[in-house]
Nanobody
Framework: QVQLVESGGGLVQPGGSLRLSCLAS????????MSWYRQTPGKERELVAL???????TYADSVKGRFTTSRDNAKNTVYLQMNSLKPEDTAVYYC????????WGKGTLVTVSS
């Protein structure tokens, strides 16, 4: 049974940091492209960051220089380190696994507010 379980969301002040984790199970994690998406009410889900099986990464322009994604294949986990958070980063963040098929987590809420 495929599972993606995100954790690490919460309330943080502007300028603060959070680290999201996504624990995967039920598939060969190391083969998959792992991505982080986010979504706010009334908007489409948008790609934030992805990391390929070989470790190369891609980021949305809005988070470049502030967010870093990494993966630990031994732990079947992908991470999103978010620094210098802004109110506009407030969203539900979803973990995605892709390799011909798409798997999604249920999301974790990040709220950036003073």
């Amino acid at each position: 049974q495929v599972q993606l379980v995100e954790s690490g969301g919460g309330l943080v002040q502007p300028g603060g940091s959070l680290r999201l984790s996504c624990l995967a199970s039920g598939f060969t994690f190391s083969d998959f492209v792992m991505s982080w998406y986010r979504q706010t009410p009334g908007k489409e889900r948008e790609l934030v960051a992805l990391i390929r099986s070989g470790g190369s990464t891609t980021y949305a322009d809005s988070v470049k220089g502030r967010f870093t994604t990494s993966r630990d294949n031994a732990k079947n986990t992908v991470y999103l380190q978010m620094n210098s958070l802004k109110p506009e980063d407030t969203a539900v963040y979803y973990c995605n696994a892709r390799l011909l098929v798409n798997y999604w987590g249920k999301g974790t809420l990040v709220t950036v507010s003073s």
